[in-house]
């Protein structure tokens, strides 16, 4: 016999796209614009937080803690914590908004803007480190490009020995 999920989840559709509370992240996938909030839904939940309720703040520097934690996990650096926090709550602002839009003011505008929010949504949610981005637009090419044009007695300057 199955057994039965009696756990209420919290539910929310915007557009043609339903979001679901969900605790977590998929082992070993990079998650989604939607996972995260998902994660922030569940997070947002009284019964979840152990208290009466939790602040967006609260939920969004856990989130971000947890998101940092999965990135490591798969072997990619992310930004720091903080502005982490700052791409959720924006993200989960938007969200909030376009859910919490009165029906009378669903028009065509509000359509097209909650079609691109779940368009969005299934891209991934990017917290990666931009290692130098200075550093790769000219300046290594510059420095590989001398290095490939130095006779091989100059290497030892580039690092190398002979």
């Not at 376009?98 to 299934?122: C, M, P, V």
């Not at 290692?131 to 044009?149: D, E, I, N, R, W």
Request: with cysteine; net charge positive.
């Amino acid at each position: 016999m199955e057994s039965l999920d009696t756990e209420v989840r919290a539910r929310k559709t915007l557009g043609t796209v339903e979001y679901v509370e969900s605790s977590g992240f998929a082992q070993g996938v990079l998650p989604t614009k939607k996972d995260v909030v998902q994660n922030m839904l569940y997070l947002l939940q009284p019964k979840r937080a152990g208290q009466a309720q939790r602040s967006k703040e609260d939920a969004a520097q856990l989130l971000a803690e947890h998101l940092q934690e999965h990135w490591l996990v798969c072997n990619l650096h992310t930004i720091a914590t903080q502005n982490i926090k700052k791409l959720i709550l924006k993200m989960y602002e938007e969200f909030t908004r376009l859910y919490q839009t009165r029906k009378q003011r669903q028009n065509q505008a509000f359509s097209e803007r909650a079609d691109r929010f779940n368009e969005s949504s299934e891209k991934l949610f990017d917290t990666r480190a931009r290692v130098f981005p200075a550093l790769t637009k000219g300046v290594v090419l510059l420095f590989f490009l001398s290095f490939l044009t130095a006779d091989a007695s100059s290497w030892h300057s580039f690092g190398a020995s002979r």
